[in-house]
């Protein structure tokens, strides 16, 4: 495991310490471009800093450093002091470099990242106002729950009302649910079942785990990936990056359920799923980002890498079947290869796909952070440290 530990150690986690943290304005910076240059003037994201919180306090619970207890604290004090609405409750979306609100959308993908931070700084530190501000955003967000057809709207005005736009970007199509959006909702529920027993949060995590099986997971096995408020699909394509991880993260909800019927249900689908974002595999080794009818797009994004690497050990772990494993270690080594900046510190945005490196995306950024990578690291360390990966 040193490789791994090294790797987050002294490559991603040491880029962010180094280089990301805003010492004058507090929280950390909102931008690094492709090729390096800092911009201090950048706004800043909540799920940025929601995910610097939870892979901080991950990694200081992992690995007991000081420094990455004080990056967490550093995180979450941001959080709670800029992005945190308090007279209308939830995360702004964007504040600017100083911390006044720029976009005060309310996204539910933004609410469920905060939710994944504080639940992981409880976890690591034991800080009470984190999981006291855990259990306030699950209820925010359990209140805002479909009970009618199941799953959770996109996004909403400031005040909580409705809005034209609900978008999480430009990329994505203006539908009013998306898996997207129910991964990782679903992602820090389970983390929240962690360190709090309660029949409500229990139920909300099965019925997000059935919305994945009855209505999100396809017959072919991949994720769809936009819905109307009813669950009627709008034909979109294939990410073969969230079906990947959703493989393991739909795992590992069972798993913490306790419900072993579940688990059962979910390894098969799990293993289906994971079978099915294999399509995506190129002949390097690597993940092709996505499909859409006959256009496939075959940029290496580093963070389909990074699951592409988690995803297949636990499909290894839970079948047995050494084809996995297989697959996991050549993604690996395509990451070492090509991703990894040895020279700059942290992974490239992306390798397109004759090769060369995707430099006008950025090194930090809004959707750029340690989290993915970050955790491809600490699942490795912590979970499959007897499997030889390499």
Sequence with gaps: MATFENEL??????????????VE??????RIDGNGTLHPQANKGAVLHARILWTFSAAYRLLKKP??????QRAFDYITGHFIDTAFGGVYWEVDYTGRPVNTKKQMYAQGFALYGFSEFYRA????????????????????????????????????NTIADMRLSSKD?????????HLHILEPYTNLCRVWNSPQLQEAQQNLIAVFTEKI???????????????????????????????????????????ARLLEQVRALSLKIADAAAEGLLPDGSMAYERAGEHAD??????????????????????GNKDYLGKAARAWQYIQRHIIDTAGGEWR???KADGSVNRADDKAGHWKCPYHNGRMCMEIIEHFNDIPVI
């Design 173 to 181: 199509a203006n539908e009013k649910k998306t898996m997207n959006t």
């Design 67 to 72: 420094e990455y207890k004080a990056a967490a």
């Design 349 to 351: 945005w992306s390798c």
């Design 25 to 30: 304005h507090g929280g950390f910076y909102g």
């Design 9 to 22: 150690e002294n490559n991603i986690l040491s880029f962010w310490l180094c280089r990301m943290q805003d």
């Design 298 to 319: 075959n940029d290496r994004h580093w963070w389909v890498q990074a699951e592409t690497v988690t995803g297949f050990l636990y499909a290894y772990k839970n079948s």
């Design 217 to 259: 997971c396809n017959k072919a096995g991949h994720l769809d990936l936009f819905f109307d408020e009813a669950w009627n699909v709008k034909p979109a394509g294939i990410s073969y990056g969230h079906d990947i991880e959703a493989s393991w993260l739909l795992w590992e909800a069972a798993e913490v359920s306790g419900d």
């Design 125 to 160: 530190t034991g800080n009470v106002k984190a999981l006291e501000l855990s259990k306030e955003f699950f209820h925010l967000i359990e209140k805002r729950r479909d009970h009618r057809a199941g799953g959770y709207l996109e996004a909403y005005t400031r005040e909580w």
